[in-house]
């Protein structure tokens, strides 16, 4: 199962003398976390690098912002992999202590960096909803309103016309369970509808 994070958090490390600031937070789109990268670069403006990633579906990014190809972006989306986390954006900002740490040391501080503050975030479990709709009789509401609740479903609309119109949603993993009650309990007279119904 997926996961994303509740907030932000941040970490610091010091490495032979230079400063790994780093960040995890919530991240849809490219656009955004590109946003937040320039707000770490007016904040820190003596950083030599800000480095970051991004694991957001069609809209990941690995930047290694002058490190060495492959030393900083990469690494930091490899451990927000691991963890199984999406929609999530990590930055570091980096502080240059006079020391050069190599490829492999560089590849060490920014993946530990990302790793102490993964190790602070509280993970958030990624839940797919699908929405239904359907129609009953008058007859039927009070019916079709206990089986939704029971079943933990969020009720979004409820229309009165020639019958009852419902619109719901509810966890994937929850609807068949819930579709197959509702039809057994309305004997064939609940109608489901698709959007082009609507």
Known sequence: MPYSIAAPVHSELIIKKSRFIACVQPMT????????????????????HVCW??????????????????T?????????????LEG???????????????AGGLVRAYTDSVAQALLKAEKVAIIKLQHLRCC???????????????AGA???????????QFEFHLPDTAAPALVSR??????GRLHWLADEDL
């Open 88 to 102: 999530v954006q990590a930055t570091v900002v980096r502080y240059f202590g006079g020391i050069k740490l190599g």
């Open 72 to 84: 900083a972006g990469r690494p930091m989306l490899d451990v927000l992999r691991h963890q199984d």
């Open 29 to 48: 789109d490219r656009a955004a976390a590109q946003k937040v990268v320039a707000e770490l670069w007016a904040q820190h403006p003596g950083a030599v």
């Open 154 to 164: 969020t009720l979004a609309q409820v229309s009165h016309s020639d019958q009852v």
């Open 182 to 187: 509702l039809n057994e309990a309305g004997h």
């Open 136 to 150: 009953a009789p008058y007859a039927m509401e009070g019916m079709v309103r206990r089986e939704i609740e029971l």
């Open 53 to 70: 990633a991004l694991l957001a579906g069609g809209q990941s990014a690995a930047v290694d912002d002058g490190e060495p190809s492959g």
